[in-house]
Structures are given as C-alpha cells and as structure tokens.
C-alpha cells in the first residue's frame, strides 16, 4: 500500500467529523463517486445499473488529462441511457448527501486502488459498497455486512439484488470500530509502541480521547 496516499487519506478522515449516517435514503439509485478515469471505470458502473434496472447517479470530476475518455467513451454512454444522471463535482455536504441517499456506492475500479477513501465515506453514512476485487477492496468491504466484493459484472448485478440484506446501521457501526480518527490514533500507538527504543508514560490529554488518559511516546534515553 502506498503510505503517502494512505496518510492523506486518513488526514482527510481526521480533519473533521465523520459524515452523518442516513438510516432511510429518500433516493433510489445507485451511486458513483470520484474522478472520470479509465481506471475508475464508470462505464461499468453504467453497465452494472443498467442491467440492474436501477438509476445511477455519477458525481465525478473530469481532469484535462481524462477528458478525451469522456466525451469519446464515457458521455455516449450517459446520453444513451435515461437512466444515469451526471452530476459533476460535488463538495464535501453535498458528498454526504448523495453518497447517505444512495442505494450503494459502485466501486468498479479496474487497478490496485491503494486505499479508497470514498468507501469509508459510504460505509460512514451507512451506505454499502459493491466494490471489484482490486488492491486494498477486500481489505475494507467486508462481504454481506458492508458490502460486496464482486469478480465481475454478472457478479455486481447480482450484488445489487442482494442490498436489502445489508443493514445500515451495521455499516456505520463497522465504519465506526475500523475507520474513525481514534481508532486510528490507537493503531499507531500500538505500532510506534512495538518500535526499538520507545517507551510510553499515560498521561492525562483531556483534549483526546474523550478525556481519558494516554499514551505519550517518546525515544527512551
């Protein structure tokens, strides 16, 4: 896994409050969010509502060097299906909103994705994933309770048909024991804890932890 994108991932998670859960979406569509990219592969994602008969909604940036895949690949296909919407760029409220109204989030990425950071943002809003079985996907979507890890579209559709199994508040709640600014924070302890040459003194820091004592780490001398 690449640390600096994974560090940046997670300075994003700690640099504010987790989105909201959504126990009852007011949308009925399938979600796509991100950049315009052959390796993001959105004409799967149309593919997969298309076959599914489900509307998708694509909010996503189009960069300059992925422009030319658009408008030749990618815009012939949302012409030519009533049933996706493109969006665009969306911010960081209106990101909670589309991705907490969703259906599932459709994660059809066709390379090593390193992290993923969307998927956390969809399992925190309590939105399940179908996600392809690419780089760090098995490693965050857990099959049957915050998602599907798929092989295929055949697979992804059937995915879709299996939503109403995956409860929501389930989703958040994995969000919350595996993705949140503290337990990240305590998986770092336990790392630098383990490293030669240093040695923890708990110390009151009322300002983390709700309050609570911590770890301090620092070189032993």
Known sequence: ????????????MLAGKPFPITERPNGDYLAFLGRISPEKRPDRAIEIAARAGMPLKIAAKIGDADRKYWEEIIAPMVDAHDNVEFIGEINEKQKAEFLGNARALLFPVDWPEPFGLVMIEAMACGTPVIAWANGSVPEIVEPGLTGYVVHSLEDAVAAVSKLDRISRGIVRETFEERFTADRMARDYVEIYRGLPGVEAVTMPLPHMLGGHGAHVLHAAE
């Open 1 to 12: 896994m690449n640390l600096t994108i994974l560090a940046s991932a997670m300075r994003a």
